[in-house]
């Protein structure tokens, strides 16, 4: 049973980062890309960046490139978004994602860009 565990989120000024990390369980982690999704209050989740199997291939919506960073490390059997130059539109709930064929969320994770 794929399990996903978020943290890392909290409150950030503009311009501040923070590195929000996802540990996986219960799934043969090497056989499943990884995404981090994020919701604003009153808009639909969106697809922020994307990671393949292996680690060597990733994607991420213009709105973050050159902003984020999303990396993994298989043997810890983590996932990470480093997030840097915050804005306050990054301000969601920010949820990791296990990929093969159905997705499986974790809980999320409260990112707060304000002063």
């Known amino acids: 049973q794929v399990q996903l565990v978020e943290s890392g989120g909290g409150l950030v000024q503009p311009g501040g980062s923070l590195r929000l990390s996802c540990a996986a369980s219960g799934f043969i982690f090497t056989n499943y890309a990884m995404r981090w999704y994020r919701q604003a209050p009153g808009k639909e989740r969106e697809l922020v960046a994307s990671?393949?199997?292996?680690?060597?291939?990733?994607n991420y919506r213009d709105s973050v490139k050159g902003r984020f960073t999303i990396s993994r490390d298989n043997a810890k059997k983590m996932v990470y978004l480093q997030m840097n130059s915050l804005k306050p539109e990054d301000t969601a709930v920010y949820y990791c994602c296990a990929v093969r064929g159905s997705l499986s969320w974790g809980q999320g994770t409260q990112v707060t860009v304000s002063l």
């Open positions: 990671i393949s199997s292996a680690g060597v291939n990733t």
